[in-house]
């Protein structure tokens, strides 16, 4: 699936899913320790890629972190920055994220990779090792589910992923997986999180 057809099917539903998921309200407090985890093990810049509406990049600046969020849909990054005036946001894809080599101490890529086509996954987390310092942290949040299989998402067909791939793509990516977390909440599909560290062997 193109990155133009996700962004342009975010496009037209912005503002529903700005309305549907844009806060941090009815977060997991689970998920909220796994995020300020990888803050706290971060020593400088964190990337949120994919961040939407901006409300995660702006929980890590008011949790000290120094932060950049990116995403593809400019409705969302206009969004974030009217919401969040003092965080910065910028557009950009994640196969091509226009940083430095090893500039960035962590990266939070929040259900970010979820509608990309499971072939065109390494692609994006070798572009997370590189931006990121030899052992700086990856968060990356997910579908969870007992196979590798596409199903019909609200805006546009995503992907369920069983951890052991996953972990897998980051392997194979240049990271070591520090931690996993599912669950299934009521009412909601099986989440799926994995804290992971790029190799400090690697170039």
């Not at 539903?13 to 971060?42: F, N, P, W």
């Not at 259900?111 to 310092?133: M, N, Q, W």
Request: with cysteine; proline share 5%.
């Amino acid at each position: 699936m193109s990155r133009a057809h996700v962004r342009d099917a975010y496009s037209r539903r912005a503002d529903e899913y700005i309305q549907a998921v844009g806060s941090m309200e009815h977060v997991h407090r689970d998920d909220l320790d796994l995020v300020l985890e990888m803050a706290k093990l971060a020593d400088g810049l964190i990337l949120d890629a994919g961040c939407g509406p901006g409300q995660w990049t702006n929980f890590l600046q008011e949790h000290g972190a120094e932060v950049l969020g990116v995403d593809l849909v400019p409705a969302f990054v206009e969004c974030a920055r009217e919401r969040f005036p003092r965080v910065p946001f910028t557009e950009g894809n994640l196969e091509d994220l226009q940083m430095p080599d090893g500039s960035v101490a962590g990266i939070l890529s929040w259900y970010s990779i979820i509608h990309t086509d499971p072939a065109d996954v390494g692609r994006i987390l070798r572009e997370f090792a590189r931006c990121l310092k030899p052992g700086g942290y990856l968060v990356t949040g997910f579908f969870e589910g007992a196979r590798l299989e596409d199903f019909d998402h609200q805006v546009v067909t995503a992907y369920r992923w069983p951890v052991r791939e996953l972990s897998g793509e980051l392997e194979d990516a240049g990271f070591t997986v520090h931690g996993v977390h599912t669950r299934t909440d009521p009412g909601r599909r099986p989440h799926g999180a994995i804290l992971a560290r790029r190799n400090v062997g690697d170039n």
